[in-house]
């Protein structure tokens, strides 16, 4: 009977191990992924080799295979993450069915947020994007694009019939306008730096607000 009694806790014990284990392992995958996008971000993808990732990590490359197969692999995770984070909150913006103007808002803060926390990975969706979305395993990346232009040129078109914007605002332009305005925070944001990411938020909404928003132009003056 006293055996019998210490087999519960015996698998208890090896499946707490295991547990400990796996959130170990979880833990390192993800450190391994902060190490690899940073280096994507700074030395571009195709330059970026496993053994860089490695080296950087303080690992051998093949210690690195026991958590990746490749550094597909690896770009894949970073950049699925990133756009998995940011378009649901897109679909929740969206869904919401606010007035233009608070969805507009709200797309802006939820791009700049999303940027916060996937910095890196959103310079590789810039700068690589592209090439990775030719290859059928980033398939997903035009499927993205598509996404984030739906949701944008339906606010932009909401607010013109609601009157909040101009009627003569072409939408297919301002949206790229408004894509490059916000993508390319980026290359220069910085966490913990002089502005936090909702204060640009601010910032931004106010001064693309101010260039479609209904209403005179005033004149510059001579």
Do not use: C
């Not at 990590?57 to 894949?76: P, Q, R, T, W």
């Not at 592209?130 to 290859?135: D, F, H, Y």
């Amino acid at each position: 009977m006293a055996q019998r009694s210490k087999r519960p806790a015996a698998r208890a014990s090896r499946a707490s191990a295991a547990r400990a284990a796996g959130r170990a392992g979880t833990g390192r995958r993800d450190e391994l992924l902060t190490i690899a996008a940073d280096l994507f971000a700074t030395g571009g993808y195709a330059s970026t080799t496993v053994r860089d990732i490695a080296d950087a990590a303080g690992i051998l490359s093949g210690s690195l295979y026991h958590h990746f197969s490749s550094k597909e692999e690896m770009a894949d995770a970073i950049l699925s993450g990133f756009l998995e984070d940011v378009l649901a909150q897109y679909d929740e913006i969206v869904a919401a069915r606010e007035p233009a103007r608070e969805t507009f808002a709200a797309l802006v803060s939820a791009t700049l947020l999303a940027m916060d926390r996937h910095q890196s990975a959103v310079v590789i969706y810039q700068n690589d994007g592209r090439q990775l979305a030719a290859l059928e395993r980033f398939a997903y990346l035009r499927d993205a694009g598509g996404r984030f232009e739906a949701a944008w040129t339906e606010v932009l078109q909401r607010g013109i019939d609601e009157g909040e914007f101009r009627r003569s605002l072409d939408v297919p332009l301002a949206y790229r306008l408004i894509r490059a305005a916000l993508w390319t925070v980026a290359s220069w944001y910085r966490s913990g730096g002089e502005h936090s990411a909702p204060e640009i938020a601010d910032h931004y909404v106010a001064m693309l607000l101010d260039g479609i928003a209904r209403g005179r132009r005033k004149k510059a003056k001579d």
